[in-house]
């Protein structure tokens, strides 16, 4: 039995491109006592992955290894379990299985969906997942929103931008949003409810003009996913007191000639406070996330977005989408039916 | 009778030069009802007081006037209290009595001076006024230090950083600290205590590895008073959940194409919590740091210096140089005796 993975052949220089992959038909080992062989039905691409493709980088998460199988997080079904802690049929999720058809594990940081919820299977890797989880612990944990302020969301139509200005709206905030391009804002104010969008495309070097108009009352949050200019725009637009929760800087991941940040002595004079996080920091937290976030969905209060790759060797060409400002919400990569 | 003050004559574009000055003798009005008259002994001068100078501009503080004498700490003496909180002969020491010879007042934000302590008047402008505390809340409330930790600490032979350095190695740190010369640096080990000194002028574009080298356990908290690439250094060699403590960029404050900083990607993988402060954010913590820094003070624990400049006409001097990182400690001008 063969299984098709993602290899990375070599680390990118600047944007990655489709030529640092290579998919190969793999032998699928047999499995050891305690083993489960999981069919993959989706996997996700994230900005995080990028910082994963830098060799010697001292960073939260190990760089990938040359030549292997990349990882990420992924939905799929039990096949078959040798003595593994899930049945044949269950379906699972963790941050691991990514990047290929079949996955052998023995299930380390993988959990069983619950089926009764009646979610899709594509929302574990979103906004019942490590995104979602991103949106509500940053903004809520760190940004500590009250109703009345403004918060401002930079990649607000991307897998967590666009769930963060939701939960903001549902706890009573004024919401200003910035993505690349009409369409994109368009989505934000009549889908996500949003206050105001900006087309950062269009505002140009005007970005921060641009947002002291839609914001005139000053930001009181900043949930930073873009970093570079929306930063500066930022940290003059901020209130007093402000906190910026720093979550992603996706405008610098692949500038081998990063563009610096020219005003933070606003970081004093405004007396604001700016805390990076990584999703792993709010695992202590599932429980809570769990119960806010699936009572939203179930209710309908949290809308999404996906983008879906069809089939595993779209899978670098979904990677690669992720820095081109092209997807609308969740990029996916579906890698096979949900029923075998 | 006259009354020598320093005014504002235009704001600066770039370094201050001594033009931007004007040095009035005015004349002294008769006492109101409530009102004293103090006689000062000493004025302090303070990197802050250049974001005063920017018309406009939107800070913690508002700008100061052009044409109107300027405003600062001081430390005096009564001469006169025509029914003011304080009597003749006692010595007393606020924010807002400086650059002048004289000060009529009703004594909003003055303090009188315990002369018991023996501490020296001028100590009331540098370790037991406002740079002490700066030092004291913001390494200890923000920073948060935990004895073993790095502590890297820019402009450590400034009037805060040497503060800063001093109530590190108490709380049983190891000290980093940068300055501008050999002799700083010097005076740094060996009569303030730090592990490391670090001349940056020397380092030049070398800096982050400088500090690498001097903090090989990486670093925990930096105390902020730089800005450029000293900020971009101690994001390099900062360890996970690092804290930066923003007290001052004094490298930016007189540049009119500020230099950005490139790599805050740092503060998400790492996830470091920068926070900025301004002193009136501890005053309700006046009384502990009291206990603290008069204790130390008192015990020999902390030692300072001052660059004293003689003369009231001294002032710009006084506050230009700040800017080229001459003075060694607490800059001060000596306006009086601090006897009559």
Redesign the interface.
């Known amino acids: 039995m063969k299984n098709r993975e993602v290899r990375l052949k070599r680390y990118p220089d600047g944007l990655p491109a489709k030529d640092i992959f290579e998919i190969v038909d793999a032998d699928l080992p047999a499995l050891a006592q305690g083993q489960m062989l999981i069919r993959n039905i989706w996997m996700t691409v994230d900005p995080y992955m990028r910082?994963r493709m830098t060799a010697g980088r001292d960073?939260?998460v190990p760089p990938f290894e040359l030549g292997e199988v990349l990882d990420g997080g992924s939905v799929g079904q039990v096949v078959e379990s040798n003595g593994g802690p899930f049945a044949a049929g269950d379906y699972v999720t963790g941050m691991l299985g990514g990047w290929r058809q079949y996955h052998v594990t023995n299930g380390l940081g993988l959990s069983k969906i619950d089926m009764a919820l009646g979610a899709p299977l594509g929302a574990y890797l979103g906004v019942l997942g490590m995104p979602g989880m991103t949106a509500w612990y940053g903004l809520q944990k760190i940004g500590k929103p009250k109703p009345g302020e403004t918060v401002f969301v930079s990649a607000a139509a991307g897998a967590v931008g666009a769930l963060v200005c939701q939960i903001a709206k549902i706890r009573e905030c004024r919401v200003v949003g910035t993505a690349g391009s009409a369409k994109k804002c368009d989505w934000l104010k009549n889908a996500i409810g949003v206050d105001a969008a900006i087309n950062y495309r269009e505002a140009g070097d005007g970005l921060s003009n641009a947002l002291k108009e839609a914001a005139p009352k000053g930001v009181d949050i900043y949930f930073e996913n873009v970093?570079g200019i929306h930063?500066e725009a930022a940290l003059e637009a901020m209130n007093?007191l402000g906190r910026i929760v720093?979550?992603?800087?996706i405008s610098?991941?692949n500038n081998p000639d990063?563009?610096?940040?020219?005003?933070?002595?606003?970081?004093?004079?405004?007396?604001?406070?700016?805390?990076?996080?990584?999703v792993s920091?709010s695992f202590a937290e599932i429980p809570a996330f769990t119960a806010d976030m699936g009572g939203w969905v179930a209710s309908g209060k949290i809308k999404w977005e996906e983008t879906v790759y069809d089939g595993l060797d779209k899978a670098p060409e979904a990677f690669i989408g992720l820095f081109s400002g092209d997807n609308l919400g969740k990029a996916l990569v579906r890698i096979g039916p949900d029923k075998a």
Do not use: E, H, W
């Open positions: 910082g960073s939260y970093g930063l007093p720093a979550c992603g800087m610098q991941y990063p563009v610096g940040v020219r005003n933070l002595f606003n970081v004093i004079g405004k007396r604001i406070t700016m805390q990076g996080f990584i920091d």
